[in-house]
Every structure is written in structure tokens, then in C-alpha cells.
């Protein structure tokens, strides 16, 4: 993939529509990049040789950060039972990956922290509707096996920080979206109608940007028609489409609405799995959506 081209190339569209697209994300791009400190986090956490010392460095030196970290581990997301009261502690208690994670979870809270309401539609709510899809692939991957818990978590965090980014710089457009999704139009055809593009394409653009591995990318870009993915290692994408799916069957959605289908049978069978493991799974999942709330509202 190149890195100067968004990763979905519509083959509908014209190659000047394509160099116009490739302008619009890479601006948006700029304006929405990660704060350096997030960047470090990062690239601290890919780093075999990085150590909790190396990582307390970096989180040091963003105050918020911090203290979310804090407030995170001391919560009942995480159930400890006593309070911890140092940084280089909760690090170590979290581990890299999980601190990873975390610091993108309040990057993208960062995001929804300015209140906006249009028709249904508001940050708070999508917020909650991406860390609730988030966590509930945490829980189909531990449940499959066939993807690594804590890159199911950030594909489904991730998953449409494209809508948020049409929020923040392109609200107007975004509202004349959700007009048409009032009549019933699907959102990703009313976002291209309104905007030529759409959030799985912008998010996608954006992930690729930032280094996040294809995977992740994929998930992102594919996971509102998971069917025109030909590529290989679809699991994570198939996870992400049944915990969107799941998400909005408990009533959290993106946009206020019910728009997703029932999962395709391609992906139970990719992820060995049919409806009535979900049965299974109820009570994991009830306790998942409450440790989702308890998260979103950290």
C-alpha cells in the first residue's frame, strides 16, 4: 500500500476525485494527528527492548495522561480492591500494551470531550459506542482465539473515529448526512452522497497514517461491507463487524440509529462461531457493556 494514497480507492471514482480525496484526508491528517506524547507511547510500546522506566518517561510528561491512567486503574474497571497511588505502579500493573491502548482511549475521549448534538447524533454517545465496540472485541477475540485480544480493542476503538473526524471538521456535512439517514438511507451511502467518501475511508486513511498495522486498517476500512475485503488475515475485520453489530443490538450506537444488518455467514464462519454462541456469552457480555460504561465515563 502506498503511503501517499488512501487505502480505499473506489474504483468508481475518477483519478482526479482520487487526488482531490488524497488532499481532503491529508489535511484532515494534519489537523488530527496524535499529540507527540501519544506518538511516543506508541512507539515505546512496539519497542522489545522498552521497559516500564522508558514508558513512565514518556507519560510523565503529559499531566492528563497520567492522571487517566491513575483514575483508570483505580477504578472498577479494573476491580483491584485498593488504590494505587504512584504512576511507575499502575504501569507496571497495566503493561506496555495495555497503556498503549489506554493512552489512544483518552486521545480519541479527548475528541468528544466538546459537547455536539445533531438529530440523535452526539459525541457522547458515539464516544460510548466506540469503546463499548472496543471492548466487546476484547471479548470475542479472547472467546475465538484468533486474533490478539488487545488489537481487537483498538480496531473496534478505532473503528469509526472516521465519523468523529467528519464531526470535528466537517459538522455541517455530517448533519446533511444524518438528514438523510432520518429518511432511511443508510449512513455510509448518505456520507457518500453528501461527502463523496466516508467515514470507513477516512478512518482507514488516518490509521495508515499513523503506522497502525494493515490489519487494524483493514478492519477500519472494511467493517461496513466486510465482503469486498479480499485480502488475507480477515479475522480481527470479522470481529469488529459482529461487535459493531453487537454494540448497537444493546441500543449504542454511532448515530443515534439501528442501520447495521445481521452478520453475513461468512463472518461465523471465519470466527468458528454461530448466533447461538452468543447464548453462551450473555453474561460476558452484560458484564463487558458495564465495564465499557465504567470506562467511557472514567
Known sequence: MSPTCPPSVRQVKSVQHQEALQRLFQRVGQMS??????????????????????LLAVVEQDPTLAIRILRTVN??????GHQVADLRTALTMLGLVE???LALTVYVARLCEEPAKYCGFSREQLWHHLVTVGSIARLLARHCGKVDPDEAYL??????VGVLLIDQYM???????????QTGMSGID?????????????GAYIAHQGSFPDRITNAIEYHHDARRYLGPERELLEIVVLADYLAEQHDITAFGRHLLPPPPDRTWRTLEMDPSSLEDLSGEIQTTLASARELANI
Open 33 to 54: 494527528s496524535l499529540p507527540s506524547v501519544a506518538q511516543r507511547v506508541l512507539q515505546t510500546a512496539q519497542d522489545e527492548n522498552s521497559s516500564t522506566t522508558d
Open 75 to 80: 477504578s472498577s474497571y479494573y476491580g483491584l
Open 99 to 101: 497503556v498503549r491502548n
Open 155 to 160: 480496531a473496534g476503538l478505532l473503528h469509526d
Open 171 to 181: 459538522h455541517g456535512s455530517l448533519c446533511q448526512a444524518i438528514d438523510l439517514i
Open 190 to 202: 448518505a456520507e457518500q452522497r453528501v461527502l463523496t467518501f466516508d467515514h470507513s475511508e477516512l
